[in-house]
């Protein structure tokens, strides 16, 4: 059956390799850790005991936590969209110097570690801080702005890239016939982007639902939402029964948005390519709202550099040199050792992710006559977004006790980390590749076939021609979310090979003002890595976040 998943073209026997490898290792790296978790919370003695489970579910703390991820996911989504949306149009519409790289900075923050963007806002809202007005350095409005910084560049990249390629006429004829510019926006534009809108925001709605280093860090004792309970509950409290019903609810709730974000997404814009014009008098608000948004987005960057480069209260490297050591006894290992780790880490994860990603991307974009194979792709596809929707905690900390015997006894390999990774990266590349192959005519593979290419050749003169571009923007994305994946590395780091958002944050929990300073000056490197990364994959122009919506 696997084979039938795909088309002729593809050699015989390769297709069940490109289903059944990916599968396997989904079962076994994901599904397999997943109800390990459930079983050990479940089932703790050898007998189904969902007392615990049921108490969590009805307190009156689960019912501040849900009520908590709702109302800060849907406020910061509404912020990103309310500032992405005028970045877009003056991104995309408009031209003026510098645009492209304008484009690029405010993708920056959708990849920096959370850990990295919670140390950030933490100094803007500390005493002295850009941001101390308007809060405490803990508490919902530090956490919803820095869920609105991170996620505006989404909005910004999934809308303007339809916004670029609208079709202009209808507005033209409404304003020809003496609609107000007000009103052209209203009664043409918005409507006819309204599916785009609509899915980037369950897009960042379902990112700043799962936040989890953000919230660690800026929620304190009082704020979390589910990605931090479990986390809590699993690492202070020892209380897995709780924190697996917790990851059941989680899993539920994603699943179903996700399921929204696929039918949103089925929704197309007809469009018609407009070439970007140059700003007139009237585009100076959006303009001055655009402006506006890159400060914002620039704040707690520089924020992060200045406190950085702050050492005994005078300017200088001294926290980036401290950082061959180990902060006293806070650190096995110097933090340097640490980065290390976390580039090598991030280079298997990638390598894995890429391989799996590019098998599913390849399956899911063929198009099957069958009403029933083509069901079956769409199965397939969701799979293997499952990832999004389970806590990584959760996958982390199953792994440790589910990959503990043999034949998978993996606790102590030096490969755990970049599985875990891989996994949480998976969805990535699938959202990046499938829809560049999607989009391939079969007459192009039909006339190599037809001029005696085999399958291999098919693939490589035709695929492989087009996909290169995007699966080269697929592993910059990749590396640069294992830079600063947290969640799972949390549980399966040790302590003489640690990854850096895991030093941060163990800097972070020791007072001392040498620590701080190696905090802030280690989440700079990680923020300069991460950023150099998007910068690179940007130079390919691959939409890769416009897959999501």
Not at 202 to 221: D, N, P, Q, R
Not at 319 to 348: D, M
Request: proline share 5%; aromatic share 8%.
């Amino acid at each position: 059956m696997g084979s039938r998943l795909v088309e002729r073209a593809v050699p015989w026997g390769l297709g069940g390799v490109l289903v059944g490898v990916p599968l396997i290792a989904i079962s076994i790296f994901f599904v397999l850790p997943f109800i390990g978790m459930i079983h050990r919370g479940l089932w703790p003695e050898g007998g189904l005991d969902i007392g615990p489970a049921v108490e969590t579910l009805t307190s009156s703390r689960t019912r501040s936590v849900l009520w908590f991820t709702a109302y800060s996911a849907a406020i910061a989504t509404a912020g990103a969209v309310v500032l992405g949306i005028p970045a877009a149009y003056c991104c995309y519409r408009l031209r003026f110097p510098g645009r492209d790289l304008v484009r690029t900075l405010a993708l920056v923050p959708f990849v920096l570690p959370t850990v990295v963007v919670g140390v950030a806002f933490s100094r803007l809202y500390a005493d002295g801080g850009a941001l101390a007005w308007l809060g405490s350095e803990q508490g919902p409005v530090a956490i919803v702005t820095a869920m609105v910084f991170m996620n505006v560049g989404v909005v910004m990249r999934t809308v303007g890239s339809a916004w670029a390629s609208l079709d202009v006429r209808r507005g033209q004829a409404a304003a020809a016939l003496g609609a107000s510019p007000a009103q052209v926006w209203w009664t043409v534009t918005l409507p006819a982007l309204a599916p785009v809108v609509a899915a980037a925001a369950s897009v960042v709605f379902l990112f700043c639902a799962t936040s989890f280093g953000i919230v660690l860090i800026l929620g304190g004792l009082r704020y979390a939402n589910i990605e931090s309970e479990i986390y809590q509950l699993t690492t202070q409290e020892l209380d897995l029964g709780s924190a697996a019903a917790l990851s059941l609810l989680q899993l539920l709730l994603i699943v179903a948005l996700l399921a929204l974000v696929g039918r949103v997404r089925r929704q197309r814009v007809d469009h018609v390519v407009a070439p970007a014009r140059t700003p007139t008098r009237r585009d100076l608000p959006l303009l001055a709202v655009g402006a506006a948004t890159l400060v914002f987005l620039a704040l707690p960057v520089v924020s992060l550099v200045a406190a950085s480069l702050r050492r005994d209260g005078s300017w200088s490297f001294g926290n980036y040199r401290a950082l061959s050591g180990t902060g006293g006894n806070t650190l096995v290992v110097p933090v340097t050792r640490a980065l290390a780790n976390s580039l090598g880490i991030a280079l298997e994860a990638t390598a894995m992710a890429l391989c799996l990603g590019a098998m599913v991307a390849y399956v899911v974009s063929r198009r099957p006559a069958d009403r029933r194979l083509a069901r079956l792709v769409t199965v397939f596809d969701g799979v293997f977004m499952l990832p999004l929707g389970v806590s990584a905690v959760t996958v982390g900390f199953g792994f440790l006790i589910t990959l503990d015997r043999p034949p998978l006894d993996l606790r102590t390999s030096s490969v755990l980390i970049p599985i875990a990774q891989a996994m949480v990266a998976l969805p990535l590349v699938v959202r990046t590749v499938a829809p560049v192959w999607r989009g391939i005519d079969d007459r192009q593979r039909q006339a190599a076939a037809s001029l005696g290419a085999g399958g291999w050749r098919v693939f490589a003169t035709v695929d492989l021609a087009i996909g290169w571009r995007p699966l080269l923007a697929a592993a910059g994305f990749c590396f640069a979310v294992s830079l600063g994946e947290f969640g799972a590395t949390s549980f399966l780091a040790r302590s003489d090979h640690p990854t850096l958002p895991v030093v941060i944050y163990r800097l972070l929990g020791h007072p001392g003002v040498d620590n701080f300073g190696m905090a802030m000056a280690a989440s700079a490197v990680l923020a300069a890595a991460t950023a150099g990364t998007i910068v690179l994959v940007e130079r390919l122009r691959v939409g890769a976040l416009g897959a999501f919506g």
